[in-house]
């Protein structure tokens, strides 16, 4: 397999566009937007800059690794000579099923459609298409040049030989797959969000400030991030989605969002990328200071 193409070009997007280059496979990214397309290939090439200046990549490898992407607004172009494509469109199960019917209906025959969804059922996307048999979940982390874990979400037919090919290419792009089955959350979010969410009613019950709780997992627990600066780094309104599935899917009260979670989301507070979640933001700048006060 050689030729992959990423359907979206945001965070998520151009981190995975930027792996498969980085490792040898020749990407199209796709989106609907050249300027979006534009923005992606400078954070490529700034992402690739980092890795240059702690040198474990030389330059000639940067820029083999940009030759290697070329963009593309029609998908229906952007899928005609794909091996491989790696949806990591916006998380809105409507765009995912229409983009699956339509990738469907221009990509070879033969060629594998995975999903980066967080949350969408697999199952559910596959029934969009005539090959469920060939859809997959390829669930990368962000920073997606960093984070070593693909989590391999198998849909109710997706077929071993499908899987298996997923996990070996996932392997050659120097990541750790594990394979896990489709139900709500699958396994990083089914963990990570109860997580977080108890550590927004932590703060909502008056236990401790945002600091503190980050601070109390970030010294007694060694995570890189506290829950609250993740959850920000996530985005609010992602985490609040993912939630909700779960709530919805599983029909238990133990995933119920806290409430100070969707009063943030409503009030457009939705971490990092809206400049204010738990924290403060300022573009260009690594400082934080802490937004939310009892
Ligand atoms: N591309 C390439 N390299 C990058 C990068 C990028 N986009 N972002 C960061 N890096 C590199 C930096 O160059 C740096 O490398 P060295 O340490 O070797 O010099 C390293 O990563 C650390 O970066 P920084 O020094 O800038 O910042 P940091 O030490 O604060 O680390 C972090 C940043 C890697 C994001 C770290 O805080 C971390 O691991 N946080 C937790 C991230 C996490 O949990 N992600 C999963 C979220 S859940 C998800 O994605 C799925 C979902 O469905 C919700």
């Not at 060629?111 to 979940?137: D, E, Y």
Request: negative net charge.
């Amino acid at each position: 397999m050689k030729n992959v193409t990423v359907i979206g070009s945001g965070t998520m997007g151009n981190g995975i566009a930027h792996v498969f280059a980085q490792n040898g496979f020749h990407v199209t990214l796709v989106d609907i937007s050249a300027p979006a397309l534009e923005k992606a290939l400078a954070t490529i090439s700034k992402n690739l800059d980092r890795q240059v200046a702690k040198g474990t990549l030389t330059e000639q490898d940067k820029l083999d690794t940009l030759g290697r992407i070329t963009t593309q607004t029609d998908l229906k172009t952007g899928v005609s000579a794909a091996e491989l494509v790696v949806e990591a469109a916006t998380e809105n199960v409507d765009l995912k099923l229409r983009i699956f019917a339509d990738m469907d209906a221009h990509a070879p025959e033969n060629a594998i459609l995975a999903t980066n969804t967080s949350s969408i059922s697999i199952t559910r996307i596959a029934a969009a298409t005539k090959r469920p048999g060939q859809v997959i979940g390829m669930h990368f982390m962000n920073p997606v040049p960093v984070m070593k874990l693909v989590e391999v979400i198998r849909g109710y037919a997706t077929s071993d030989e499908v899987c298996s090919t997923i996990m070996r290419v996932s392997g050659e792009l120097g990541k750790e797959p594990v394979e896990v089955n489709d139900y709500p959350g699958f396994v990083a979010n089914r963990i990570l969000m109860p997580m977080i969410n108890e550590a927004i009613y932590t703060l909502y019950e008056g236990v401790s400030g945002v600091a503190e709780i980050d601070t109390v997992m970030k010294l007694g627990m060694a995570h890189p991030m506290g829950p609250l600066q993740l959850a920000d780094f996530i985005g609010l309104d992602v985490c609040l989605s993912i939630l909700r599935v779960m709530h919805d899917g599983f029909g238990n009260p133990k995933y119920a969002p806290c409430p100070l979670l969707v009063n943030m989301v409503t009030a457009g507070k939705l971490g990092a990328k809206s400049g204010e979640g738990f924290y403060r933001y300022t573009p260009g700048s690594k400082e934080i200071t802490v937004a939310y006060k009892r």
